[in-house]
């Protein structure tokens, strides 16, 4: 399954990533990236608010920026590894 992998060899998303998010949501990312934590890239799904999703420093946990700034550790749905 690994040899149909798209991203693989793709440079590193670039860090304009953020501007695609709301002042509550970069001032949330200020807090976490203090801690580590890293905007790594935001689910787009058609008809629905986009998702910015940050991961932890080790790269074990993951997290949603909610449109209210809020950090939302459970949303629902998995990340592959």
Do not use: H, Y
């Not at 590193?12 to 501007?19: F, Q, T, Y």
């Not at 905007?39 to 008809?47: N, Q």
């Amino acid at each position: 399954m690994a040899e149909n992998e798209r991203r693989v060899g793709m440079a590193p998303l670039p860090r304009m990533l953020a501007g695609d998010l709301n002042e509550e949501q970069r001032e949330t990312l200020r807090s976490v990236e203090n801690f580590g934590w890293e905007l790594k890239f935001i689910r787009r799904v058609p008809f629905q608010a986009n998702v910015p999703v940050v991961f932890d420093g080790d790269r074990k946990k993951f997290a949603v920026l909610e449109l209210d700034g809020s950090l939302n550790e459970e949303p629902g749905f998995d990340i592959r590894g």
